[in-house]
T-cell receptor, first 116, second 112 residues
Framework: EPEVTQTPSHQVTQMGQEVILRCVPISNHLYFYWYRQILGQKVEFLVSFYNNEISEKSEIFDDQFSVERPDGSNFTLKIRSTKLEDSAMYFC??????????????FGQGTRLTVV | DAKTTQPTSMDCAEGRAANLPCNHSTISGNEYVYWYRQIHSQGPQYIIHGLKNNETNEMASLIITEDRKSSTLILPHATLRDTAVYYCIVRSLSGSARQLTFGSGTQLTVLP
């Protein structure tokens, strides 16, 4: 069964450093998402990406964040200068674009980011 | 997207049916009801979705009331591996936004 894969599974970084979280969405999917979940809190939407551009973003997704699909297979989330409060699980998701209104999103297993 | 209300937690005996309720009284005509679950901080897993008819797949059944103001997810024979947080999400079809808005969900604990 096709799946969304995320690397690394766990990333520890020093405050102020840049991190790049990587995702390989399901082949032929057209919609891509990043969500995050701070420990003990809800899963929060960050950004959606379609047709090589951001289609929606939340208030959380400020100038410190950026997304890219550099090579047609990977989908990356970059945090430019990490803060302690960026520590969270980050989930990538992808979705088929054919029946866009009612198709399900498939999630990866997440990257646990710890900022120290 | 319409707001949903779910119980904070529920228990179910292994092998019995787990019935998870969800209220979505402000749902509009073109909004689907989606169910996802999250097992111990893993990525959310899609379970099922529906518009107004009852739906069934290999994982679960979804019963939507005729007025569409509430729904019930049924896991017919719960196992210990079904212990998870279950999220009921109502999703708008209008506009460009396709993201899912997760609430607090229901923590289902399947007891041996």
């Amino acid at each position: 069964e096709p799946e969304v894969t995320q690397t690394p599974s766990h990333q520890v970084t020093q405050m102020g450093q840049e991190v790049i979280l990587r995702c390989v969405p399901i082949s032929n999917h057209l919609y891509f998402y990043w969500y995050r979940q701070i420990l003990g809190q809800k899963v929060e939407f960050l950004v959606s990406f379609y047709n090589n551009e951001i289609s929606e973003k939340s208030e959380i997704f400020d100038d410190q964040f950026s997304v890219e699909r550099p090579d047609g297979s990977n989908f990356t989330l970059k945090i430019r200068s990490t803060k302690l409060e960026d520590s969270a699980m980050y989930f990538c998701a992808s979705q088929d674009g054919v029946r866009r209104e009612n198709t399900e999103a498939f999630f990866g297993q997440g990257t646990r980011l710890t900022v120290v | 997207d319409a707001k949903t209300t779910q119980p904070t937690s529920m228990d179910c005996a292994e092998g019995r049916a787990a019935n998870l309720p969800c209220n979505h009284s402000t749902i509009s005509g073109n909004e689907y009801v989606y169910w996802y679950r999250q097992i111990h901080s893993q990525g959310p897993q899609y379970i099922i979705h529906g518009l107004k008819n009852n739906e069934t797949n290999e994982m679960a059944s979804l019963i939507i009331t005729e007025d569409r103001k509430s729904s019930t997810l049924i896991l017919p024979h719960a196992t210990l591996r079904d212990t998870a947080v279950y999220y009921c999400i109502v999703r708008s079809l209008s506009g460009s936004a396709r993201q899912l808005t997760f609430g607090s969900g229901t923590q289902l604990t399947v007891l041996p």
